[in-house]
């Protein structure tokens, strides 16, 4: 099949789920064409069945704002008629359904039916698309995918109660590449992070409110008075200054490294003993996945999809979001003795394979077909 992939370019984790099933799909024999306005981050090879199509809006100074969704709908015109594309897979309701949705009707009107699945991340739903600024154009976007998706049952929910939806929503988990994740460092470095005798707390994300990277200090803060500890931050973004200000009012700002954006996840991941992703709202939570597929257990908030991928007592715990004291409580179990860690490191790997990319590139294979029929 010939795939149109649209998505963001960037960190976030609806980027890197296109990316990888893009990636996944291409090696099972479909031509994969993204389509955005940069490269995205996690694509690093281009090959036979991996094309990327840059949108480029040209500036004029007419335009107070460069109209992207025009241009990205013209390129989707423009490409499907190139390379005979089959189908397009937009990630991301805001403009990317909006634009799939025009791109459709222009090539309707040329007598060319492309089918059109769109897949919910979460901020679109909860935190943007929900404003009611975008909610008219993000329901009908919605109402007129041929199929759409959604990564966690709990996303379904939400978008069911927060918008009038026609269509019926098929819940697609996001995954993770389990033969990526590199078992392949022998020796993980972690000297490079820490002294032999700290614990290492990651936290990885793009530092926005969302995420109450203030939250993720303070387990941290109490963690650190227990025994030795480090706690690396991956990301950049609004709440770093705030984070680090935190940090040396209470002292604690040698023993926190903010590492900005990383290409070297799997790396940072492979030394890490604990992950913490305290969230006020979070779809999925790949990032945790992420962590649990490198063997790190999760301490996170209970909030939206995080009960689908983190399971209590297991790989991790879960708590009410802002119940910091209980998050430290929870950490401190896990990291107070070696032979407990080694357990949950464990547990946490196991519970990752449940969401290996292998059971779910097939779903989404079965969606497509689901899509090309209704299309026809
Ligand atoms: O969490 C973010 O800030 C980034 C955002 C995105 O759109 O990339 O993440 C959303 O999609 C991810 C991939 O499906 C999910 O794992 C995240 O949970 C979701 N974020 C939120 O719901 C806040």
Redesign the pocket.
Known sequence: MKIAIVC?PTF????V?ATELGLALAERGHEIHFITYKQPVRLELISRNIHFHEVSVPEYPLFHFQPYELALSSKLVDMVKLYEINLLHVH?AIPHAYAGYMAKQMLQSEGINIPMVTTL????I??VGNHPFYKPAVTFSINNSDVVTS?SQSLKEDTLRLFDIKNDIEVVP?FIDLSNVSNSFTDCQRDLMANEDERIITHI??L?P?KRLMDVIEIFDRIQQEFPAKLLVVGEGPDREKAENLCRSKGIQKKVVFLGNSNEIDKILCFSDLFLLP?E??????AALEAMSNGVPVISSNT??LPEVNKEGISGYLSDVGDVEQMARHAISILKDDATLATFKKQAKEVAKTFDIKNIIPIYEDVYQKALTYAT
């Open positions: 963001y976030g984790g609806s980027g789920v991301y991340h979460g901020t679109d909860t935190l990564v996001n994300s793009n926005r969302v969230s709202k979070e779809s999925f939570g790949l939206g999809g």
